[in-house]
């Protein structure tokens, strides 16, 4: 274990080296995020009171939303960082090391991890400071869900580019995956507001119980079991996706 | 160093109905010793680097057993990764990347302290003329400077046993004899194992002590070069002559050569041991009259022992569809630049 941790720092600290040096990379991943809280946001103000839970302030509502954007969709796109990687030989010439192969991994799963509190701390600061309000622990607690959904969606996609090696596949396959479920997560808009039919789908969706989930505790409204729900949902995803990623990893020829 | 039985690599291709199995390697034995510098010599496709990838424990054997510096590849892959150095075709250096970071993070994955690392990717800077180049961004290294980072990297460590897949393929003719001349200090400096592929037939000739062939994914041949070549019916012997003199020059050279070919002035065939044959074969001409206008001996070139034990030459193999690798991505894919070795 104290090697594994080792090689997966070493891996980790190579990667942030990188990203460092290329630091528009953070900023570009949470640009959409940001045009939506600037952009999109001053839309839902005179909305927000009709919605229905009871909500009351249109950035205490969107911000948890955006939180799932970045997480789900940002967090997706570390797999092309792997398959540039993989093409160069990087990824080869790491495995004929003694360092385990799942280090590899969660060296680089430490780096999205990061990445992602980066960008979601700019995101919740700026909605602070555009009048989003929120109890402190509770977005603490909203932001360590993003996390662990994040981690579980960059793992798997890490998994997807190191199984399919090609752009071409990973593109289509977010998309594919993606849209629906941003769709039916309920991100900029309450599930609730539609008809009884597409709420009921919606209600089948884990990552709306997350995104519910990280509302309420924005909220200040922890203990419930929507939150409940949506913890456990994005902890079951990471474990998933963990074993995933760890055997892609681990698999010969890979 | 190595020693290889029965290695079988199979990989399947198409799907349903129209799935077959490739046997890209077809039950390979092979015997290294240490000290040794063996080139694996076959055209692009003949299963050189999937062998390769099995002995370096990347790829795991469909069937048959590998010891590579003394550990089995399979059950013991962690203490043979560890005793050996890899350079793999592409490199394993980040084009957007720092050398020295790549070199020192390379080095620490082996389990060095970060000064050890720096310590000795820095020696090995000096020693494969890359001084001034620790912070250079790799996509602004040459091809030859990138092919030697790709070197330091696997010998970061200082392996005893080096694996160098496909080393000079793709760099200039002045870059790959200074690549040469690396790739021969490894032995002459660090007294270490080496096992390369190539499929360029001068390259196995200029560094190697013995020469394995593969074709299709069988060992067809493993000797020195000059045993291989003698393998070859005897070298080529050309007499040029007068017109009028060709028949009995014909008749001359044929109580010594095989297969004696007429072709204008020009009288040829092979000879055995055409060194110490020719000097009694210029007596008997002389002798009978027949005046040379010149003579020209050349010894066979691992074109020709291809060609003896395969039936087919080099270039043609190249040439040929639907060989094993083709159809398997990532193993033999990118290197298309392979002709003008064989052509030499």
Not at chain 1, 41 to 51: C, E, M
Not at chain 1, 102 to 117: I, T, W
Not at chain 1, 241 to 254: E, I, L, P, R, V
Not at chain 2, 281 to 307: H, I, M, N, Q
Request: net charge negative; with cysteine.
């Amino acid at each position: 274990m104290n090697s594994f941790l080792r090689d997966s720092s070493i891996v980790f600290r190579r990667q942030i080296r990188m990203n460092l040096r290329n630091p528009a990379w953070v900023l570009i991943g949470v640009f959409q995020p940001i045009l939506y809280l600037l952009l999109f946001g001053p839309l839902l103000k005179p909305l927000v009171s009709q919605f229905p839970g009871g909500a009351d302030n249109a950035y205490t509502f969107l911000v948890p939303g955006l939180l799932v954007q970045l997480g789900l969709f940002g967090a997706f796109f570390a797999g092309f960082s792997l398959i540039g990687e993989w093409r160069e030989g990087v990824i080869e010439a790491e495995r004929v090391t003694p360092a385990s192969r799942g280090s590899l991994l969660f060296g680089r799963l430490m780096r999205d991890v990061l990445q992602l509190f980066v960008q979601a701390l700019i995101l919740v600061l700026l909605g602070l400071l555009i009048g989003m309000r929120g109890s402190f622990g509770g977005i603490v607690l909203g932001i360590a869900i993003t996390l662990v959904i994040g981690g579980a969606c960059a793992a798997a996609s890490n998994a997807l580019g190191m199984a399919t090696k090609s752009e071409d596949v990973m593109a289509p396959v977010i998309n594919i995956v993606m849209m629906p479920v941003l769709l039916l997560s309920g991100i900029l808009l309450p599930m609730t507001l539609g008809p009884g039919w597409l709420t009921r789908i919606s209600d089948f969706m884990p990552t709306r119980w997350i995104t519910d989930a990280i509302r309420d505790v924005f909220a200040g409204d922890i203990a419930n079991g929507t939150v409940l729900a949506g913890s456990l949902a994005s902890v079951v995803f990471l474990a998933l996706a963990a074993w995933w990623g760890t055997s892609t990893f681990q698999k010969d020829d890979a | 160093m190595i020693q290889a039985r029965g290695l079988v690599q199979t990989f399947h291709t198409g799907r349903g109905k129209a799935k077959t199995e490739v046997r890209a390697v077809d039950g390979v034995d092979l015997d290294v010793e240490e000290g040794e510098v063996v080139a694996f010599l076959g055209p692009n496709g003949a299963g050189k680097t999937t062998t390769l990838r099995m002995l370096v424990t990347l790829l795991k054997p469909t069937a048959g057993t590998a010891t590579v510096a003394g550990y089995d590849v399979v059950n013991q892959a962690a203490q043979v990764r560890r005793s050996i150095g890899y350079v793999s075709q592409t490199g394993g250096a980040f084009s957007g990347a720092f050398a020295g970071d790549e070199v020192v993070d390379h080095g620490m994955l082996y389990g060095m302290s970060k000064a050890d690392a720096v310590r000795r990717g820095q020696q090995l800077f000096d020693e494969l003329q890359l001084e001034g180049l620790w912070k250079r961004m790799c996509k602004n290294m040459s091809g030859g400077q990138k092919r030697r980072l790709d070197i330091v990297m696997g010998l970061i460590h200082d392996p005893s046993l080096v694996f160098l897949d496909e080393p000079t393929t793709g760099l200039d003719p002045q870059a790959r004899a200074n690549l040469w001349e690396h790739i021969a200090d490894l032995r002459r400096r660090r007294g270490a194992t080496v096992f390369l592929t190539t499929h360029y037939l001068d390259e196995a000739d200029a560094l190697a002590d013995r020469i394995v062939i593969i074709d299709r994914g069988r060992i067809v041949a493993s000797d020195t070069a000059d045993n291989l070549k003698t393998q070859v019916n005897g070298d080529l012997v050309d007499l040029e002559v007068a017109p009028d003199q060709v028949s009995l020059a014909a008749e001359k050279l044929g109580a010594i050569a095989e297969q004696v070919e007429v072709s204008g002035s020009h009288v040829s065939g092979r000879v055995r041991r055409a060194g110490r044959a020719v000097p009694a074969l210029l007596r008997d001409l002389d002798a009978a009259g027949v005046t040379l206008e010149s003579v020209e001996v050349k010894r066979p070139t691992l074109d020709d022992v291809f060609l003896t034990l395969t039936g087919r030459s080099l270039r043609d193999a190249e040439a040929g569809p639907g060989t094993a690798e083709d159809d398997v991505p990532a193993a033999d894919a990118d290197h298309s630049a392979g002709l003008e070795g064989a052509t030499r």
